[in-house]
């Protein structure tokens, strides 16, 4: 089905802050964007200077930071200044611990007031802040504990009690964790966050910081292996800053909405860091998704940038479908809401069109990753949108499309790759290295992180092609990691999982093509000898695969197959999997995995 | 549909679910969404099952009602009298 460009008002009423495309790619530089930043008084750049200390040592220092929707609806409010308190205290809480610059500080925290003190507090004592998602399992959490040598953990009970504490010795380096409200004195080796906190100075001065210093460690999935730890540095914050302007269309004055979890990339760089540097007033909604509850938080707290993901809106588009009835979103006053944007994963045509007709403003789709630090390519408020792409790169950012070799990925001749120069030809999507947030390394594995570069390109992956007018549109990946809800999943650490089963003797994991988040964990699994495959095996394998790595990456699916598809070394085919499971040829699909 | 049932069906469409819930330790009116970690596309799963098990139409409206295991079998029973 074709869908319509849809153009913009040529006299919008707030004129956007990137109004002509081409002559903002070609006047931007990255030393430009440098300069729009404070820096610290003695030199040096540090984000969480950028984000706190430098409003509140303006006369905005009593500006509303943050605006927190509890789950009973209660709303509080934390002003810039004293959010500066709070980190100063937390800073001085970890200096008082003996953490101090480049060691690992991790969170397990839903949206609550503490996890913001702790971020930017974190940052204030140049350790390094490490999210990681609450619905993770036990296995993920411990697993990526390890592999990032984390030092401290701020957590609540329950989640310390239901993940963590079981696992703890396996975690010898966790020297301190630091529980978020009640519950800390009934939990041996832990302390409260709370007492930590009223018992330590709410001023500190940042020690120098190198643009270059370890700010933030996100891990990201790979096809196979371990999770992988991307290094960020303090710089990434000139990125952070100047894309929050040109693709989110962000200024001061604004309510600005991040619906994506801090345990993420996006609710890192987008939810917390840019937002701040740019002084806006930050909505923190501490509930789940309820599309009424949205909507009202959207009307209630006069929100004007709102930055969601696809399935949010697909799960919104059946709450409140475009043909109507429009009782819902109505019954809100939306009138203040000016921008609209999303990412994670490819948004579907039908739902930018959707935000047209219900929220009365299309939804403007982006595109960037864990290893990229700040959005990359996107559609701009003052351009034309082709419903279904991913839009055009952003200034500062040169983007290609490479051809691509028998396995699949960019080729590299002679240390060379070939650029696409026909329009609409597939090709894995590659950037030129060199802008600010771009990851620095994986943590303690400088192979994987060389894999990931080739002829001065980072090499993202992601299959797209771009259409004559220099518009991408995404494809799909080109290796076999799993997007589901807007998160990577690496099949590998699932089929690991499911093979600790006493009943399962190997596993293939994909994702299955779902309307609402985009793919679902499927895993296939063949049995051991004399097991037999009852649909009480199948619950016992879906509760195990949650127990284990929680509701974000455990299978929702669990097909039992004992001739799994295997290349002549014995792995497991997962595009052979894929491709029964669309009800794809497979022949020609085999040959490529054959190669392996 | 009497309440007793009606309560059987809400156990039996989030074990569907989820099915390593805990439901012995969960409370009538325990907010089982967090306490059994059900994520949004969980809890989307839960409302489909349970309205094709009861052949109840549930709204995006009413969804909002079904937080607890008690108000969700008051739910069932009201819309099936």
């Not at chain 1, 891990?219 to 693709?247: C, D, I, L, R, Y």
Request: with cysteine; hydrophobic share 40%; aromatic share 8%.
């Amino acid at each position: 089905m074709h869908w319509e460009t849809i153009h913009k008002d040529t006299a919008p009423v707030v004129p956007p802050r990137l109004s002509d495309y081409e002559g903002a790619r070609s006047a931007f530089t990255w030393s430009q964007a440098r300069g729009a930043l404070a820096g610290l008084p003695g030199g040096g750049l540090n984000m969480a200077h950028e984000a706190v200390d430098r409003h509140a040592a303006l006369d905005h220092g009593e500006k509303v930071a943050l605006s927190c929707v509890a789950r009973d609806d209660s709303v509080s409010t934390v002003t810039y200044a004293e959010l500066a308190r709070r980190t100063a205290r937390f800073a001085n809480v970890l200096r008082s611990l003996g953490v101090g610059r480049g060691d690992r500080v991790f969170t397990l925290l839903g949206r609550c007031p503490e996890l913001y003190t702790t971020v930017l507090g974190t940052l204030k004592n140049t350790s390094v802040l490490c999210p990681l998602f609450s619905a993770f399992g036990p296995d993920p959490v411990e697993q990526r504990l390890r592999l990032g040598d984390a030092q401290v953990l701020v957590t609540t009970a329950a989640l310390y009690r239901r993940k963590v504490a079981e696992r703890r010795t396996s975690v010898p380096g966790l020297k301190h964790v630091l529980i978020v409200g009640p519950g800390a004195e009934g939990l041996p080796d832990t302390a409260s966050f709370d007492d930590l906190m009223s018992a330590a100075p709410d001023t500190f001065t940042i020690p120098p910081t190198s643009p270059e210093d370890m700010a933030l460690l996100h891990f990201t999935s790979g096809t196979t292996g371990t999770p992988k730890g991307a290094v960020h540095v303090h710089e990434a914050v000139v990125a952070h800053h100047a894309t929050a302007a040109s693709a989110l269309d962000l200024r001061p004055e604004d309510v600005y909405w991040c619906t994506a979890d801090p345990g993420w990339v996006t609710g890192m760089s987008y939810g917390i860091i840019a937002p701040l540097v740019h002084g806006v007033t930050l909505v923190v909604d501490e509930g789940d998704y309820d599309a009424r509850r949205w909507y009202r938080i959207l009307g209630e707290q006069r929100v004007t940038v709102w930055y969601t993901a696809p399935t949010a809106l697909r799960m919104l588009m059946r709450a409140t479908p475009r043909e109507g009835p429009y009782d819902l979103p109505r019954a809100f006053d939306l009138s203040a809401l000016r921008f609209v944007a999303s990412v994670g994963e490819p948004l579907n045509p039908e739902a930018v069109v959707w935000g047209r007709d219900v929220l009365g403003l299309p939804v403007h789709d982006n595109w960037w990753q864990t290893e990229t630090g700040c959005i990359m390519i996107a559609n701009f408020a003052a351009c034309d949108i082709r419903p279904g792409s991913m839009g055009r790169p952003l200034p500062g950012v040169d983007a290609t499309v490479l051809e691509r070799g028998e396995d699949g990925r960019a080729r590299v001749v002679d240390g060379k790759v070939t650029e696409v120069e026909s329009p609409g030809v597939e090709g894995e999507l590659a950037l030129r290295t060199g802008w600010p947030s771009m990851f620095r390394g994986y943590l303690h594995d400088k192979e994987r992180y060389d894999a990931a570069f080739a002829d001065g390109w980072y090499l993202t992956g992601d299959l797209v092609r771009r259409d004559g007018d220099g518009w991408y549109w995404f494809v799909g990946r080109a290796d076999d990691v799993i997007k589901s809800a807007g998160h990577l999943i690496g099949p590998f650490e699932v089929e690991s999982a499911l093979m600790e089963h006493p009943a399962v003797a190997e596993a293939g994991v994909i994702g299955r093509p779902d309307p609402v988040a985009g793919n679902v964990v499927k895993a296939f699994v063949s049995l051991r000898p004399g097991v037999d495959p009852t649909p009480d095996l199948e619950r016992e394998l879906l509760a195990f695969g949650r127990r284990k790595l929680g509701p974000a990456v455990a299978p929702r699916e669990i097909a039992f197959d004992q001739k799994l598809p295997k290349t002549r070394s014995g792995k497991v085919m997962r595009r052979v999997l894929r491709a029964r499971e669309l009800g794809l040829p497979t022949g020609d699909l085999s040959t490529l995995e054959g190669s392996e | 549909m009497n309440p007793s049932d009606a309560l059987d069906m809400v156990r039996e469409s989030i074990s569907a679910v989820v099915p390593d819930a805990d439901l012995a330790s969960l409370g009538p009116d325990d907010a089982f969404r967090e306490a059994l970690e059900m994520d949004s596309l969980d809890f989307l799963s839960f409302v489909e099952v349970l309205a094709e098990r009861s052949g109840v139409r549930i709204e995006d409206e009413d969804t909002s009602r079904l937080t607890t295991l008690s108000a969700s079998a008051d739910f069932l029973v009201a819309r099936t009298r």
